[in-house]
């Protein structure tokens, strides 16, 4: 997993404000989910908006929620390695 500095904000409407090694992406995501325990880092998934998000990195581990693997694959989406 890569570790990024996080900063994650919400107002009273619920509004919110997701900030990622100093970039704004809170317009590419449309929920999250974060998880900490005694073992390690937290560990935060997040929900991306299809078509809103293009991502680029030399080395990257993605998670993707089940809901979303299930969307992607009814749309025609292969996992890599073919593995569902």
Not at 5 to 24: H, P
Not at 76 to 81: F, L, Q, Y
């Amino acid at each position: 997993m890569t570790e990024a500095k996080v900063e994650i904000s919400l107002d009273s409407a619920g509004r919110g404000k997701v900030v990622i090694d100093g970039s704004e992406v809170q317009d590419s995501v449309s929920g999250l989910h974060l998880r900490a325990d005694h073992r390690g880092l937290p560990r935060l998934v997040l929900d991306l908006v299809p078509g809103a998000t293009s991502v680029s990195a030399d080395r990257s581990t993605v998670v993707i929620g089940s809901t979303t693997r299930e969307l992607l694959t009814a749309l025609g989406w292969i996992p890599p390695g073919g593995g569902a």
